[in-house]
């Protein structure tokens, strides 16, 4: 199958990316994250979640982050809503799209959201109703893909069955998250394969995490499956607070760079800074969040300019400075 001329990239960091974060945030600096992450141009930015901060501290104050930040013409600023408490919540906030999330581990989604697999799903059927009501687009995630920190190995078959559930139930497009980061490409053309035969290549999104440096390799072996969406963190920011041992999410700047070699249009401009001018030096978005060290950047350049790429000179940096 050849490439794909065009791919949209689902910017997870504002969420995905800060809910393992261990200082506190606060909403001021998520709402610059965000912002920035506008003016480099992102078209999706997964904003915040509403859940419980008891579960999550870093996701309190979602509502006043949608509140403040500078929305942009054509740009879908999303939430994730993991019940009809979150959903309600996300709607008063003005919320126009919202994620949910299942896994494909029984062990996970039972340390996870305390339910199984089968009562998640059940328990979506409410908010999937209100949201078309309310004309709110809702995508779909699945976790654990490639592996699950509890129970190793998952079938692909399994997944499969989820994604088509989440399909079915209205969710316009399923995301398959390798949650600790253990696919390989091999196994993740196995995976899309399998689980295209339930729902449409073009409803199928990439999240892959980088633990074993996969993420890349496995986002260009999704490519060859005929998948063109792909979530991403800016500066390599996520891990998940109930997978132990996971690191961030694929860097977005890396992602980019891979991108643009391949000739693959993702609408996005790496040199083009809509914010200052290039001489000014300033923090790039994620790293006001970054008091631990990130691993090593693919980008060494010193032309790297808007907030994605000064992210990635951020990210190399603090990692030097860490391993001295």
């Known amino acids: 199958m050849s490439l794909p001329k065009q791919v949209r990239l689902v910017e997870v960091g504002p969420r995905d990316g800060l809910q393992n974060e261990q200082q506190p945030i606060s909403v001021a600096d998520k709402v610059r994250l965000v912002d920035d992450l506008s003016a480099a141009g992102l078209s999706y930015i997964e904003v915040g979640s509403f ?26 600023y999303a939430a994730l809503t993991p019940n009809m408490k979150g959903l309600e919540a996300a709607i008063e906030a003005g919320v126009k799209e919202v994620a949910v999330f299942g896994a494909a581990s029984e062990a996970f989604s039972q340390k996870n959201i305390n339910c199984s697999i089968a009562e998640s799903l059940a328990r979506f059927a409410p908010l999937m109703e209100a949201a078309r009501e309310q004309d709110i687009r809702v ?32 969710c316009y497009e399923v995301s398959l998250g390798d949650t600790i980061g253990t696919g390989t490409p091999g196994k993740t053309r196995t995976l899309f394969d399998m689980v295209a035969r339930e729902v449409p ?3 199928l999104a990439g999240h892959f995490h980088d633990t074993y440096g996969q993420a890349l390799a496995n986002i260009y072996a999704s490519l060859l499956e005929g998948i063109a969406v792909f979530d991403s963190s800016v500066a390599g920011l996520g891990g998940c607070p109930y997978a132990k041992g996971a690191s961030g999410n694929v860097a977005s700047e890396d992602v980019l760079y891979m991108f643009n070699g391949l000739d693959i249009a993702t609408g996005i401009d790496l040199d083009n800074d809509r914010r200052r001018p290039a001489h000014q030096p300033a923090a790039g978005a994620g790293q006001r969040f970054a008091g631990r060290p990130r691993q090593a950047g693919r980008l060494a350049a010193p032309i790297l300019l808007n907030p994605i790429r000064r992210a990635a000179i951020y990210r190399t940096t603090r990692h030097r400075q860490n391993n001295k």
């Open 139 to 170: 995508r779909g995630y699945v976790s654990c893909v490639l592996g699950c920190p509890y129970e190793g190995e998952v079938a692909p078959a399994k997944v499969a069955e989820v994604a088509r559930e989440l399909y079915a139930m209205g």
């Open 51 to 76: 859940v419980s901060p008891k579960w999550v501290p870093q996701m309190a104050g979602s509502a006043e982050v949608f509140a403040q930040i500078q929305r942009k013409a054509g740009v879908t």
């Open 201 to 203: 290549r073009e409803r």
